[in-house]
T-cell receptor, first 116, second 117 residues
């Protein structure tokens, strides 16, 4: 398994501002993922973050809105830029484990964002 | 592309009774299937997975799931429900192994389980 922490755990922000969410893993991982969970909804993948390269974004998500950094193998950040109330969601980071562990993903506790 | 359906938004069960949370899937190849649980104000916790082998998979907290290829289902079960099992449950599927886990890892809409004392 993997132990994943996220900061902040929650925040209330004003429209038009930006928030950077940090994700720390207790071991080195190749790929980290950022998900969004809108109120009452399932998880939607925002992007895949590889160390040393640009993040890969899913359809409907763009780098200007959700810039991602991946400076090393245990850390990543997701910024939610120019926020609007529609960005109010839980944002989760995750890592994958492959090989004999069968590729399940392990998730951080999430960051609950409310935009006023 | 793969997809996951959880036909029930809400499942209510009395404590001590057996519970079932349903999941059906669609993939182009062999499925890798997963169940996750989300407690209030918490992240997702991995419960169990099916990769290959025995169709009955046992996981954390006394949960198990049965893979049924002909019915393309992977229902989550527990013989005796606890009030503490009340949470949001997500089924997930991916259709191929490989390094790029996230882009073909699809979650169902979730089922809220309420266990009544």
């Amino acid at each position: 398994s993997a132990v994943i922490s996220q900061k902040p755990s929650r925040d209330i922000c004003q429209r038009g501002t930006s928030l950077t969410i940090q994700c720390q893993v207790d071991s080195q991982v190749t790929m980290m993922f950022w998900y969004r969970q809108q109120p009452g909804q399932s998880l939607t993948l925002i992007a895949t973050a590889n160390q040393g390269s640009e993040a890969t974004y899913e359809s409907g998500f763009v780098i200007d809105k959700f810039p991602i950094s991946r400076p090393n193998l245990t850390f990543s950040t997701l910024t939610v830029s120019n926020m609007s109330p529609e960005d109010s969601s839980i944002y989760l980071c995750s890592v994958g484990r492959g090989g004999r562990s069968g590729n399940e993903q392990f998730f951080g506790p999430g960051t609950r964002l409310t935009v006023l | 592309a793969q997809s996951v359906a959880q036909p029930e938004d809400q499942v209510n069960v009395a404590e001590g009774n057996p519970l079932t949370v349903k999941c059906t899937y669609s993939v182009s190849g062999n499925p890798y299937l997963f169940w996750y649980v989300q407690y209030p104000n918490r992240g997702l916790q991995f419960l169990l997975k099916y990769i290959t082998g025995d169709n009955l998979v046992k996981g954390s907290y006394g949960f198990e799931a049965e893979f049924n290829k002909s019915q393309t289902s992977f229902h989550l079960k527990k013989p005796s429900a606890l009030v503490s099992d009340s949470a949001l449950y997500f089924c997930a599927v991916r259709d191929a192994p490989g390094a790029n886990y996230g882009q073909n890892f699809v979650f169902g809409p979730g089922t809220r389980l309420s266990v009544l004392p």
